[in-house]
């Protein structure tokens, strides 16, 4: 089966870095994504990893490591606006095609 | 600006009712995905579909079926509604992967979402 684990819940105050992890256990593996979700929105893109390594996008990086099964999504210079829910995803394959498995998101509270 | 259109934002049905959710998307991607969001479950994948006509089940499809007619529809219909399936739903789109081909290619696409209440 397809398995995707974070963590519930993490709060943070503006300006600090928070590093959201997220580890996984699935098929096919073909890419990993962070996606940001706000209250009553649709989730919007952040990241893709496919590669071993860092990729770095402004305030927003994430790192992957294919052999331990390991990703974390890392915010800095925390805004008020970063309060959401960041999502996890992993793109398995199978003979037909691609689909995205989701975690259960993360809700980050960034607070004054 | 590519779009991913669900035609109801807010729905109510009867519990029994054959409900219809509609996803259009702009782009001519070849895959199209239907998810239900549960708090405390996440994104949950119910079918997909690669190409017009056909399907693929996903995780959770037990009670749902899905038409793709046309490459830019995707159709989910709740046969006989239940309360259980009071949920959001979240159709999403991309450009076609074939298994081991890497890159982005544009990533996926979601809707805004139908708040369905089943009562």
Known sequence: GQNIDQPTEMTATEGAIVQINCTYQTSGFNGLFWYQQHAGEAPTFLSYNVLDGLEEKGRFSSFLSRSKGYSYLLLKELQMKDSASYLCAVRVANQAGTALIFGKGTTLSVSS | ?119
């Not at chain 2, 807010?10 to 239900?36: A, P, S």
């Not at chain 2, 009071?86 to 074939?98: D, E, Q």
């Open chain 2, 1 to 119: 600006d590519v779009k991913v259109t669900q035609s109801s934002r807010y729905l109510v049905k009867r519990t029994g009712e054959k409900v219809f959710l509609e996803c259009v998307q702009d782009m001519d991607h070849e895959n199209m995905f239907w998810y239900r969001q549960d708090p405390g479950l996440g994104l949950r994948l119910i079918y997909f579909s690669y190409d017009v006509k056909m399907k693929e089940k996903g995780d959770i499809p037990e009670g749902y079926s899905v038409s793709r007619e046309k490459k830019e529809r995707f159709s989910l219909i709740l046969e006989s509604a239940s309360t259980n399936q009071t949920s959001m739903y979240l159709c999403a789109s991309s450009l076609w992967i074939r298994p081991g081909q890497g890159g982005l290619v544009h990533g996926y696409t979601f809707g805004s979402g139908t708040r369905l209440t089943v009562v």
